[in-house]
């Protein structure tokens, strides 16, 4: 036996290493890995819940009460800027407030914590091989879990405030889910951009103030600012968490449009978010 034959005995195996092209993977074997790889990023989640002590007492709490004081805050803010006036109660301001806030610090979660994920799971993604794209989705996970406690809340806010009751609530869920996509998208750009340019994470708080003020949680979807009347139907927002609130709190069915909105800007920003993110991430080893 020659020397030959004995190293290829002993490697049986041999790996070669090129540099990756950015370019979609084979769409198919994809997901079906990231399906069976669903375990893992529950996993990854369930220890991001724990690290957190969201599954404690007094984490669940604080998970409640931050948004819960910050509506009370933007309540009291509003009312003495408004002289007390608008034709809805004031327990009606307030639920709306809560109903919106809340939902809207679940996407800002989501969105936030799924733009750090590619980048904070760095050390993760060089040594074990699976879809990168569980990292923003567990991240997403994440936020669900710790959304889940605010609507406890809510309904005993409903309650006590005394708002109306209606079958058309059980249709607040459809809005819910756009906005899950529409989430997972935009934390799945902003995961990618990441990558490339360190300080994403660093203006997005701010973008999401702006985006804060800019969408029906302050004011009513039909009350829009004057000013923004003629562009405000652009922000993916204001149909997701309008069509949510006129659901929820008040129990009434958004216009056509507002339905129409939802569904275009989910499936846009989940479509152009995936698509993206599975497109970089093959060289996001390299430059981490």
Known sequence: MNATSVDEEFNPSVHVYEPHKVGLPPLRPYFKALWERREFAAEMSRTGIRAANTNTFFGQVWLVLNPLLLAAVYYLLVDIIAG??????AGARFAHMCGGLFVFYYFSSAMLSGAASVVGGGKLLMNMSFPRMLLPLAALRTAFFRFLPTMVVYLGIHLVTRQKWHWVMLLAPVFLICLTV????????????????????????????????LSPVLWYADQAPAKFKGFIQYNPLYSLIGGWTDLLVRGDVPELKMWIGAVFFAVLAGVVGSLFFMSREREFVVRL
């Open 182 to 213: 529409f989430a997972a998208g935009m934390g799945m750009i902003f995961g990618a951009l990441q990558v490339y340019f360190r300080d994403t994470t660093s203006f997005l708080p701010y973008f999401v103030r702006i985006w804060l003020y």
């Open 84 to 89: 007390g006036a608008g034709k809805d109660g």
